[in-house]
């Protein structure tokens, strides 16, 4: 069955002496059908006939596993359905090509999204310009751990990664992410023991909360909105202008360094570990933010 799904119409007008016409561009739609084996690089696993293609935007439907088994792989953009499953394993690469736009381009999982581990590179998810939605609960390592991403999610310019709500809360991000213009957390974001998430781009939030347990969070840009921040053990270094928080920042263990100015109309919760202001910054908790 092949599917074709026209993205947003690239319209071209001119003036003939038969008049004006219109062209548009579409975006081929490869299903995964397994029906050689579960490889995503076996061409006849795909309806279109081959492997998707960086123009390509490729479904892995209910009941479909799908792994890149060692190779890279590309596509335009990714459908995981419910009940569909992704496996990166180590030493592969999935380059997400997008288009530069906003959700009615995005790549979507509504199934699970698993990081493999075992030898080699750690597994990656390269966003080139799409937008990421995670709608799932569990885009998980192994069937009985909800929501783990092991590897490295990693975005280009004009990338969006979304964690949007109803994510579990047990939500663990226990590689590297790196995004490089914005990130939507709705959700948990957690940082364990040993790893470091660096957030280099503009993060906003609806009610989302980073925890830092035992990793360390770098936060290189602006993050806003309604984010609670709570730090068990670990490190969270605020190296930028965080001025636009409504949420609650909680220290109970390790530490929280403010080299840039922080404030929030939430509260603060302090409970053991160090909160280090550096001179020249300024930290304010429930009060009115400049």
Not at 48 to 68: E, H, Q, Y
Request: charged residues 15%; contains cysteine; aromatic residues 4%.
């Amino acid at each position: 069955m092949k599917r074709t799904i026209q993205t947003k119409a690239a319209a071209i007008l001119a003036s003939a002496c038969c008049g004006l016409f219109t062209t548009q561009t579409t975006a081929e739609t490869c299903e995964f059908t397994g029906l050689v084996n579960n490889n995503w690089s076996e061409n006849g696993n795909w309806d279109c006939g081959n492997a998707p293609t960086s123009s390509d935007i490729a479904v892995i439907p209910n009941g479909k596993t799908c792994t890149l088994n060692g190779a890279d792989g590309d596509a335009l953009q990714i459908i995981i359905e419910t009940g569909g499953r992704l496996d990166i394993p180590k030493g592969s690469t999935l380059t997400l090509h997008g288009t530069g736009s906003d959700q009615e381009d995005s790549s979507v999982i509504n199934g699970k999204l698993r990081f493999v581990t075992g030898t080699g590179d750690d597994p990656e998810l390269v966003i080139v310009q799409d937008h990421w939605i995670i709608n799932t609960a569990t885009p998980g390592v192994g069937d009985g751990i909800v929501g783990e991403v092991k590897g490295l999610i990693k975005g280009g310019s004009g990338d969006v990664l979304t964690i949007a709500h109803g994510v579990a809360l047990s939500f663990l991000l226990s590689g590297h992410l790196e995004v490089q213009t914005e990130l939507s957390l709705y959700a948990t974001l957690l940082v364990e023991s040993g790893k470091t998430v660096t957030l280099n781009t503009y993060g906003k939030s609806g009610g989302g909360q980073i925890v830092v347990a035992g990793g360390t969070l770098e936060v290189d840009e602006e993050i806003s909105g309604d984010l609670s921040l709570k730090i068990t053990s670990g490190t969270a270094n605020l190296d930028a202008e965080c001025t636009a928080l409504s949420g609650l920042i909680c220290v109970s263990g390790g530490t929280l360094n403010v080299n840039e100015s922080l404030c929030t109309t939430g509260n603060i919760c302090y409970r053991g570990g160090s909160i280090c202001v550096a001179d020249g910054a300024t930290a304010i908790f429930s009060g009115t933010c400049p």
